[in-house]
């Protein structure tokens, strides 16, 4: 099993800060109207500015690894996982692969797959499967 690293690498930590900017600048476009419209004192408004990059800076490191594609590389990678079905595919129904259901329809050559029967996944397009009966290994 790989490790997986504690500290995130330095593109991580630049995506994430480019995807906090806009939310920024909003906020900082929104400050500055307030100021002006509501004569706020400055400390307040940079008060509040810090409060918001402080909450990007604490909330860092419980998020970084979704932002690291590396992190879990296959999941989501779903072709060639196997689950079973839970309804029977004729020629649509639900299967379960990994703990979570899936609507899935059967492969083309295929006439039907039993409710309880072992899947493998064929392809996918979007949020259905396309699967195929297989046997358990």
Not at 107 to 136: F, M, N, P, W, Y
């Amino acid at each position: 099993m790989d490790k997986k690293p504690d500290r995130p690498p330095l593109r991580v930590v630049i995506k994430y800060f480019l995807l906090q900017l806009p939310g920024q600048v909003a906020f900082i476009l929104i400050l500055a109207l307030g100021r002006q419209w509501l004569e706020a004192p400055a400390y307040l408004t940079w008060g509040l500015l810090g409060l918001w990059v402080g909450k990007d800076i604490f909330l860092f490191p419980f998020l970084w690894r979704f932002h690291d594609p590396n992190q879990y590389p296959d999941r989501f990678r779903m072709v060639g996982r196997k689950g079973f079905a839970l309804t029977r595919l004729n020629p649509v129904g639900y299967v379960q692969v990994q703990g979570e259901r899936w609507q899935a329809g059967i492969h083309e050559e295929q006439a039907s797959v039993e409710q309880g029967e072992a899947i493998c996944i064929e392809a996918i397009d979007g949020l259905k499967l396309t699967v195929r009966s297989c046997t358990e290994d």
